[in-house]
């Protein structure tokens, strides 16, 4: 992309209205734009990182088995009634009227619906194990939204629904997700930890939420700070393997780490006390195994062999897409912008011409853009007539991980620099081998196609 033909409507200025730097940086790298409170437009840049995402979380969903579906964002009361959560779900709830005057309202979560349509279609055993998903918008209409797209009223989820004939088949599921999600977080460059919670308005009493820690987080947390030195790293993992999962599951979950809903003190205590750590955290993922809460409601059964139909046992699990862009940059910033971590980052590399209209110049950003984009990468090159300066602030505040920057003096000795966002450290070096080294890098960062 050609940044003299791209829609990077930066603020000069730090918007008042942000607390928080990654709404601050959000808005002046003109991502998002707010419609009304916790309701945002997604410009094209934010909009590039959200699809990213997204792409990650379907590559590793899929990669776990799990099933793509698009369920609607209106939803009709009536499921709600059945499973009683209409009354419960209280004021967070959107509820509409439409022309007939029934009662609809906007989803903020899906458990009624994929029940609803499991009984509609699944009536054996030998359909399960099954676990659907989507990622879809919702609606929640939080009493403060605040934070931008951290804690928005409309936000993007991927909920991810298991049906399963045992509490030890949905257990295995619950691991899965576990495992899946790990990897999910790391390829965005998140150290997110698994932390006993609290079920909330879903249910249960069995559940994990993902913590990426953070000052800004909303959730206060507890751990023993052995967690952190815990990676999933790029072992391979088989999802059917209920030991595998199992294991993970262990590694990840034994040392203590709660929310301040499940926090117990005495537990802590027994923590070595230079490992015990309070601290802030932003949720970036929850996992609930629920068992028949919602098929017992709805009446989602399965006959297993002969026996009478059975309720199934079913979880249910949610990434906070949107709410991921926030934490990303929570945790990759520094005074002058962001700092995109290669997996997710919008363009994998800028291409600064420090003297646009300069032949040689010209010619050489030409060049660059048309290596790169063969070898199946996405540069943004910063065409404009404007000075280096200006250029240099507006790469840094966009936070791409390399920058190649082009200028006459160098080209006569045959150089370009390589500049790295993350260490600021920069090489000269040929063109031809500064696209060597990007591809090289994202080699290890394969990226969803984006927009
Ligand atoms: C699990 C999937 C659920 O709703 N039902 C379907 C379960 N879980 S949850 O924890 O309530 O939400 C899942 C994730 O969504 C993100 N999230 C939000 N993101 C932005 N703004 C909000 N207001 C918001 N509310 C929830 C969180 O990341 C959460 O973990």
């Given amino acids: 992309m050609r940044l003299s033909r791209y829609f990077l ?7 008042s209205e942000a607390q928080i730097v990654s709404h601050r940086l959000m808005l002046r790298a003109g991502m998002i734009k707010q419609s009304s409170a916790g309701i ?3 410009l094209p840049l934010g909009f590039k990182v959200l699809k990213k995402i997204e792409g990650i979380v379907h590559e590793e969903q899929m990669r776990a088995g799990h099933i793509p579906l698009l369920m609607p964002t209106m939803q ?12 419960d779900y209280g ?29 509609a279609h699944v009536s054996s055993y030998k359909d399960l194990p099954l676990t659907l998903y989507h990622v879809q918008w919702k609606f929640r209409d939080e009493i403060r939204p605040r934070f931008g797209v951290m804690r928005g009223r409309e936000f993007l989820m991927k909920d991810g629904y298991n049906f399963d004939l045992t509490k030890e088949d ?3 599921s619950y691991n899965r997700h576990l495992v899946s999600y790990l990897r999910t977080y790391e390829r965005m460059g998140l150290q997110a930890i698994p932390m006993r919670a609290d079920g909330g308005p879903i249910g249960g009493d069995y559940t994990h939420e993902f913590l990426v820690l953070a000052e800004t987080g909303e959730s206060e947390v507890f751990y023993d700070s052995a967690v952190t030195d815990l990676t999933f790293g790029d072992r391979e993992i088989d999802y059917d393997s209920v030991e595998e999962c199992q294991g993970v599951l262990e590694e990840f979950t034994t040392k203590y780490a709660r929310t301040d809903e499940t926090h117990d003190e005495a537990l802590f205590n027994e923590i070595p006390e230079d490992r ?12 609930f195994y629920f068992g028949t809460k919602y098929s017992e409601a709805l009446g989602a059964t399965v006959q297993p062999g002969d026996g009478k139909p059975e309720p199934v046992h079913m979880g249910s699990h949610g990434i906070g897409v949107s709410r991921l862009l926030g934490a990303i940059i929570e945790a990759n910033h520094d005074d002058n912008g962001i700092i995109w971590p290669e997996g997710v980052t919008p363009f994998h590399c800028g291409i600064v011409n420090l ?14 853009y048309k290596a790169l984009t063969a070898a199946g990468l996405d540069p943004l090159y910063d065409d404009r007539k404007e000075r280096a300066g200006g250029k240099f602030a507006t790469m840094d505040l966009i936070g791409l991980p390399w920058r190649i920057t082009v200028g006459p003096r160098g080209l006569k000795n045959g150089v370009v620099e390589l500049t790295s966002r993350r260490t600021g450290e920069s090489e000269e070096l040929a063109p031809e081998a500064a696209v060597a080294k990007i591809i090289e890098v994202y080699k290890d960062h394969p990226t969803p196609r984006g927009f």
């Fill in 9 to 15: 409507p930066v603020l000069k200025e730090n918007p």
């Fill in 40 to 42: 945002y437009s997604w």
């Fill in 76 to 87: 009709p009361a009536e499921l709600w009634k059945e499973s009683g959560r209409y009354d």
């Fill in 91 to 119: 004021e967070e709830m959107l509820r509409i009227n439409d022309r007939h005057g029934r009662d609809m309202l906007f989803g903020p979560t899906n458990e009624e619906m994929i029940t609803d349509i499991f009984r």
């Fill in 170 to 172: 949905a257990l295995h």
């Fill in 276 to 287: 015990r750590r309070v601290a802030r955290g932003i949720e970036v993922g929850q996992i």
């Fill in 355 to 368: 003297k646009q209209g300069d032949e040689a110049a010209d010619g050489a950003c030409d060049d660059l």
